[in-house]
């Protein structure tokens, strides 16, 4: 690990899955045997592509029996406690990342990762320190990392999905971590809208183009030295927040110091006002938030782009449209890919003002 001290300890499940600790103690020892009785993990996963669309979708039909929605005493993600075992041989441990058991892509088709961000099983994210939440920024740049030498991986994805209502089925604060072995849909999207922007303009890059917009508008949501949010010109969702470094870099792995340091302030900040968006006594604001980096894979099919010209950001949104109601993709939006928003950007900005932290 790079700027500061995080101690990482790697072992082995017992059907020999990968499992990687993360700790702010230099002293941690991590040495618990993971004493299941598990076959190997056996995966069914295959990547098709679509020729009509020329995008990929996963087949993973082993993920049908994946664990779902056990009970808090039988969390797979809580530390191991006597005769209770789980994916956590340990008693305790402050960031756990670990090989999915049901991953959608393995082998040749790349490789899942689960990030337990803490091992308090009624925290979120919002809930963390900020030495906490530099912790789990330390993992998913260390992740991504380490995955992209994988030779069948092209582009690292981290995410964290919160609420039932995404579809969790684990209620443990935890993300995960795609490894694609190619680059997805929406970041070929990203890049075929730089390329042509850096010609239409005789070079400007289209991320810089952005965020000086938004800097100057009127949807800035919270700024500080290094990071900006604001809700998106053009929002797909009802409350959609972009976080942006103001030293452009194309991954994880370029973020300076400064950036590190105040990442976890502003990030744990936006989260917070998230939770106090719909009121006082609403059920906890069901969100996605997404990184989103260049890919380590050749880009030659992207005209005059090369990876320094991505910007990495975080995307920010939840389904929630107003207090008991939820933003269902139908028939525009799912048949179309045209989403209908119900919210003004502009309003869904000034929201997220008014619920700041005292």
Request: proline residues 6%; contains cysteine.
């Amino acid at each position: 690990m790079e700027s500061r001290a995080v101690k990482k300890t790697s072992t082995r499940l017992a059907d020999g899955r990968e499992l990687i600790y993360y700790d702010q103690r230099d002293d941690a020892v991590r040495d618990a045997v993971d004493k299941r009785p598990l076959e190997p993990t056996v995966t069914t996963s295959e990547v098709r592509r679509d020729p009509l669309l020329g995008d990929s979708i996963a087949v993973a039909s082993h993920r049908q029996g994946r664990t779902y929605h056990p009970p808090a005493d039988e969390c797979p993600l809580c530390p191991s406690q006597g005769d209770r075992l789980s994916e956590i041989p340990d008693s305790s441990y402050d960031v756990a990342v670990f090989e999915n058991r049901f991953p959608s892509l393995a082998g040749d088709s790349g490789r899942c990762e689960v990030v337990c961000f803490t091992s308090d099983h009624q925290a979120s994210f919002a809930d963390l320190t900020e030495e906490q939440a530099r912790l789990v920024l330390d993992a998913w740049t260390d992740r991504t990392s380490e995955l992209s030498h994988l030779p069948s991986v092209e582009q690292v994805f981290c995410f964290e999905n919160r609420g039932a209502e995404i579809g969790v089925t684990l209620g443990h604060p935890h993300g995960q971590i795609y490894a694609y072995p190619f680059t997805t849909p929406r970041t070929a999207l990203m890049l075929r809208s730089v390329a042509a922007h850096k010609e239409a303009t005789g070079g400007e890059n289209l991320f810089d183009a952005v965020l000086a917009r938004e800097l100057a508008g009127e949807r800035v949501v919270l700024e500080g030295e290094h990071w900006v949010a604001f809700v998106p010109y053009a929002a797909h969702w009802p409350y959609e927040v972009h976080l942006y470094p103001k030293k452009r870099v194309p991954d994880l792995l370029g973020l300076d110091e400064a950036a590190r340091t105040e990442f976890p302030k502003v990030y744990l900040e936006l989260l917070r006002r998230f939770d106090r968006i719909f009121g006082e006594g609403e059920p906890a604001t069901p969100y996605i938030a997404a990184w989103h980096q260049a890919p380590f894979g050749a880009l030659e099919e992207f005209e005059g782009v090369n990876r320094d010209d991505f910007g990495l950001h975080l995307e920010l949104f939840t389904i929630r449209r107003t207090s008991g109601k939820l933003k269902f993709l139908a028939g525009s939006e799912s048949g179309m890919n045209v989403f209908i928003n119900d919210v003004p950007p502009e309003s869904a900005a000034r929201r997220l003002r008014e619920v700041a932290s005292s």
